[in-house]
Structures are given as C-alpha cells and as structure tokens.
C-alpha cells in the first residue's frame, strides 16, 4: 500500500528543517531517518533462509517471497527493482501507522500534499505516538480521526523495500500483499491514491489465484493454500460489500434534511452523527465475516479510508471486462498511460 515512505527518499533532497515540527520538510527527515534505521536491521533473504537459527515459520515466508518475485516477474511481466530481497524482524508488532482524517459533516478526506506525489489522504508514522500525537492536533480543527496499523509499504520504486515481520500474517496474506505493493512500483498516479490503492488490491486478487493454481507447490500445500484463498476471497467480498453500502448510507446521512437543519459543531448535530455510527456498529455484530467491525469506533476518517481502497475495485473490474482486457494486459496499459484508465472510470461512472 502507498504509505508516507513513498517521501522518505526524497529527505536527503530538502536543505533545512521547517520552523513548525509538523511542516513537511521536518515531517520527511524524521521518518527518513526513522525509515533508515529501519533498513540498518535488514538482511538478504538468502542469508536468513540458509540462517540455522532461524525460526521455521520465517523460513517458510521468506522462500515462498522468493517465489512470488519470481512469479510476478517471469510470468507477469512485473519489475521489482529488487524489492523483498532482505528481511527485517521487527521489535514491534506493525512497521508503520497511518492517520487518516475527514471533515466531520461529509466524506471529505483531509489531504496531505507532498512533492511529487500530490494529495495523499493519509500521513505515515513509524512510531505510533508520532502517529497519535499529531491525530490529536488533527482532531483539535475538528476533524474525524483514524489511526490504523500499516502490515507493510511500498516506496513506488525510490527504495529497495524490505519484507518485515508484519506482513506475515497468513502465506494467504503474504502473496497478495506483494503482488499489490509490486504494483505501485509499475506505476504510480499523483494525486489519484483511490485509483492506485483500488487497482492495486483489485490486481493482487487475481494475481494471487493465478499464483496458487501454477506455482510449484505439492498437491496438499496447493488445495490447503487454495481453501485459505477461498476463505479470504468470502470475507472479502463481503467487506467489499458492506464498504458500498455504508458508503451509500453515509452519503444519504449527510445529505438528509435532519442533518442539514442542525447547526455546525452543535450537540444536535454530533448526537445525530453518534447514532448514526451506532447504527452501523449493530449492523455487523450479527454477521461473521464483519463482526470485527462492531468492534471498530467508526467515523468519517474510518468510511473515506475504506474508500480509498475499496470503491473503485468493481469499476476497475467492469472496466477490463468492457475492453476484454486480462488483468495482466491492463496492468500494461496502466503502465503506459494510467490517467487514461482513470479518464474511462469517471466517464462510465457520469
């Protein structure tokens, strides 16, 4: 996933530090050194898998990353500029966190401007009381605030990114994770951080099935792998789902004449706004693949980052299958002119 290590390269490039600790300049060079300790702690892949020390269940991942590369690139075309070629144990249980936040009477996400990369709708954090601190300034506008917990990144091709412990939550997992970092390093849209994270986890699911039916796994490693895709692709969906749904009912909340006749900042305004989040709580405890979401204390900053990565999935989708385009070939054509896609999704969608 595009995180705020996209910028780290770019530290070395600024020549001082801003007044203000929270001005870009400062931002960068912080997590750029943050980012280069980080990399202190890396070792080759190889070295780790032929370690005798190492833990079985890190061998395990490493090894099947080297297939995954392998994979993505004889078979997908797919450059990865030597990314995932060393490992680093993390002492901590996520490499990064990301704050994500929102105007709080629309799904308006706050955007981040950075060099190069434009609007992204989120700022990264390697520490998590960095990431909370400034999710407290943000919150103090007002604005609604997500701080979530980042399983891996992806520096769009500036850096050699390093596999981490955090990205190993299930071989499931691990697969579609690389496939859709990989992606960012094929290309990258200023700005557009809907369209790059929506594509990239629309590829990686069909990367990752192609992947489990032909790499050389034995027949029981293969239908064990297969029925944890399968299992992955139900919740999924179902996310994927519930996504539109509430993103819907968000939209009419905010448009409603209830809403619109309170005042700004009121306590009329803010109770209907904790009711409505209520509401949409209660509307997941019942259900398995989402009850985790009952749990979630849901705002505007947590709808419009599950936007970003989710809302313009069934589009890309719709997309390819209108110009009979394999997901490969429209990787290829993302490749030579990815705001030309982009132009196709909002003119279908007028």
């Known amino acids: 996933m595009l995180r705020a290590s996209h910028l780290f390269a770019l530290a070395a490039a600024l020549t001082g530090l801003g007044a203000c ?40 991942y490493l090894q099947l990353s080297r297939e995954v ?13 030597g990314n995932y070629r060393s490992y ?64 891996a990144y992806s520096t769009t091709g500036w850096l050699a990114d390093p596999l981490v412990t955090s990205m190993f939550a299930s071989e499931v997992d691990l697969i579609e994770v690389l496939f859709h970092e990989l992606v960012h390093v094929q290309f990258y849209l ?42 992955a692709k139900v919740q999924d969906s179902a996310q994927k789902e519930a996504t539109h749904r509430i993103l819907s009912q968000a939209k009419a909340f905010y ?14 305004r803010e109770q209907l706004r904790v ?18 979401w009952s749990q979630i204390e849901w705002n505007n900053a947590v709808l419009v980052s599950l936007s970003t990565y989710h809302d313009l999935v069934e589009d890309i989708e ?10 490969v070939s429209l990787l290829k054509e993302a490749q030579r002119d990815a705001s030309a896609i982009l132009s196709g999704l909002k003119h279908s969608q007028d």
């Open 69 to 81: 590369l392998k994979f993505a690139s004889t078979q997908l075309g797919m450059k990865t500029n």
């Open 275 to 292: 009711e409505f989040f209520k509401s949409l709580s209660r509307g997941f405890a019942n259900d398995p693949a989402l009850a985790k």
């Open 318 to 327: 719709n997309y390819a299958q209108t110009k009979n385009l394999t997901y």
């Open 21 to 60: 600790e929270d001005s870009l300049p400062s931002y960068l060079i912080r997590q750029g050194l943050q980012q280069g300790a980080l990399y202190m702690g890396a070792r080759p892949v190889e070295e780790v898998i032929d370690d005798p020390a190492i833990e079985p269940r890190v061998r395990r």
């Open 88 to 151: 680093v144990a993390l002492k901590s249980r996520w490499v990064s966190y990301v704050v994500v936040a929102a105007e709080q009477d629309r799904l308006e996400p706050r955007l981040f401007q950075y060099p190069f990369f434009g609007g992204l709708p989120y700022r990264g954090y390697f520490k998590f009381e960095d990431a909370t601190t400034f999710a407290a300034k943000l919150r103090k506008e007002p604005l609604d605030v997500h701080v979530r917990p980042v399983p």
């Open 190 to 231: 200023s700005g557009e951080a809907d369209f790059n994270e929506a594509f990239a986890t629309w590829f990686a699911g069909r990367a990752t099935s192609q992947f489990l039916s032909e790499a050389p796994f034995d027949a029981d490693e293969r239908k064990r792998l297969l029925l944890e895709f399968e299992v």
């Open 255 to 268: 448009s409603s004449s209830d809403f619109a006749k309170t005042k700004p900042s009121s306590p009329e």
